[in-house]
């Protein structure tokens, strides 16, 4: 099953407000990594995070890990219609595989 | 550009029919690849793993009698899907990475409809 729990499920905003979604993990990550797939499209790489207390921005994204390695975050200020689309966060367990957390769904209304 | 290309984008079949979908790196070797399957509004289930001249790693849960895969070169790897069933279509997506340690990068997936 799945390794980490990501909240909310659908998140609907306004325009230029702010987004958040979040992964957490019982078990200590060894690192976690950041998907976006746009309706209808795949999963696109977006950041990925490995030391305790990490913290990285792209433009509006902004990125975190937790200081005990079992929690992420993903925020988007000021959201854009571009930014529709599903943001999965993902752990690796071993052998390269990645497993993917349930995705939150960002609807952005104009 | 892409660097993971897959075939076909869309299929439909009849039951009990077999399809084939390629996944080929394009300017990387890939000694892995991995297989998922994304029903509507749900998350990627990992499927299994593809290895190399070697025989595919299943999930639990994953008939590997029906989900054949062949993983013939590094640059292709080939998922089955035997006798697909209605209940078998989703969104199959394959996935490779450049060296153990980078991110995975995926085709455009092939949504497969059974009818």
């Known amino acids: 099953g799945q390794q980490v729990m990501q909240i909310p499920q659908y998140q609907h905003v306004q325009e230029g407000e702010d987004f958040t979604t979040y992964c957490n993990s019982s078990?200590?990550?060894?690192?976690i990594q950041w998907y976006k797939q746009r309706p209808g499209g795949h999963p696109v790489f977006l950041i990925q995070?490995?030391?305790?207390?990490e913290v990285k921005k792209q433009k509006r994204l902004t990125f975190q890990f937790g200081e005990a390695k079992k929690n992420s975050s993903l925020h988007i200020t000021a959201t854009q219609t571009t930014d529709v689309g599903t943001y999965f966060c993902?752990?690796?367990?071993?052998?390269?595989?990645?497993?993917f957390g349930q995705g939150t769904e960002l609807s952005v209304k104009p | 550009g892409a660097v993971v290309s897959q075939h076909p984008s869309w299929v439909i079949c009849k039951s009990g029919t077999s399809v084939k979908i390629e996944c080929r790196s394009l300017?990387?070797?890939?000694?892995?690849m991995f297989w998922y399957r994304q029903f509507p509004k749900q998350s990627l289930m990992l499927m299994a793993t593809?290895?190399?001249?070697?025989?595919?790693?299943?999930e639990q849960g994953v008939e590997k009698d029906k989900f054949l895969i062949n993983h013939a070169s590094l640059t292709l790897s080939t998922l089955t899907v035997t006798s697909a069933h209605p209940e078998d279509s989703s969104f199959y997506i394959c996935?490779?990475?450049?060296?153990?340690?980078?991110?995975?990068?995926f085709g455009n997936g092939t949504r497969l409809t059974v009818t």
């Open positions: 996935s490779a990475q450049r060296s153990r340690d980078s991110p995975l990068h």
């Open positions: 078990t200590t990550l060894s690192n």
């Open positions: 995070l490995v030391k305790s207390g």
């Open positions: 993902a752990e690796t367990p071993g052998g390269g595989k990645l497993i």
């Open positions: 300017d990387f070797q890939a000694t892995t």
């Open positions: 593809s290895n190399e001249g070697s025989k595919a790693t299943y």
